[in-house]
């Protein structure tokens, strides 16, 4: 039996609420409404879309409308959702990002060059840096190996030409028989501006 599970979260935002966990301040957002689409697909979370809208009315306020939709049997849809903190990313099936290393980083986005390694806390790298265009929005690129896990990889983009919710792309890789094997991934795959 096919179930379509559809989850809408629509809550008024402050700044200081949004800083903790977001690419861009709230401040950065265009007056108007953009819209920004991702994909996320797992190794045991199957395939899910989610619809982020930030609608700002050009006087310090803001909507932020969340939009998650995942169709498939009763068992497909067990692993259905996932969860956004101040720095981790965490999946219904279980799979969790903590980019907590790379909150410095963020704020600093502009600066990195591509070619370079940054030394984050807890003694890892960022490396691989590199020029990157995710649904038309310009970012750099790069990766860390996972402090708590060696065979672990975390592929991040940072945006840089428009303001994103989350990061443009977030790619979690294991290293199984000596090769990197994709686990998880959530990834923008359109953003929008309209007027409103």
């Known amino acids: 039996m096919n179930k379509r599970i559809r989850w809408i979260a629509l809550m008024i935002v402050v700044l200081g609420a949004w800083s903790g ?24 979370a199957g395939f899910q879309t989610l619809e982020l809208r930030v609608t700002s009315f050009g006087d310090g306020t803001y909507t932020l409308s969340m939009l ?17 903190g101040v720095s981790s990313v965490s999946s219904g099936a279980g799979t969790s990002v903590d980019y907590s290393p790379l909150e410095a980083l963020m704020d600093q986005r502009d600066r990195l060059q591509v070619g370079e390694d940054y030394l984050l806390p807890g003694g890892t790298e960022f490396t691989g840096i590199v ?4 649904a038309g929005v ?7 190996i996972d402090p708590e896990d060696s065979d ?3 592929n991040v983009a940072f945006a840089l030409s428009q303001p994103t919710y989350i990061s443009p792309r977030l790619r979690v ?18 953003y929008t501006l309209s007027d409103s």
């Open 152 to 154: 672990r990889r975390v």
């Open 131 to 134: 020029a990157a265009e995710i």
């Open 21 to 44: 966990f977001a690419q861009s301040e709230l401040g950065a957002f265009p007056e108007g409404t953009t819209t920004m689409r991702y994909e996320i697909r797992g190794e045991d």
């Open 68 to 84: 998650n939709e995942q169709s498939g049997s009763e068992d497909d849809l067990g692993s259905f959702g996932f969860i956004f």
């Open 173 to 190: 890789e294991e290293l199984r028989d000596g090769a990197w094997v994709e686990t998880f991934i959530i990834e923008l795959v359109e």
């Open 138 to 144: 310009q970012c750099l690129e790069g990766s860390y």
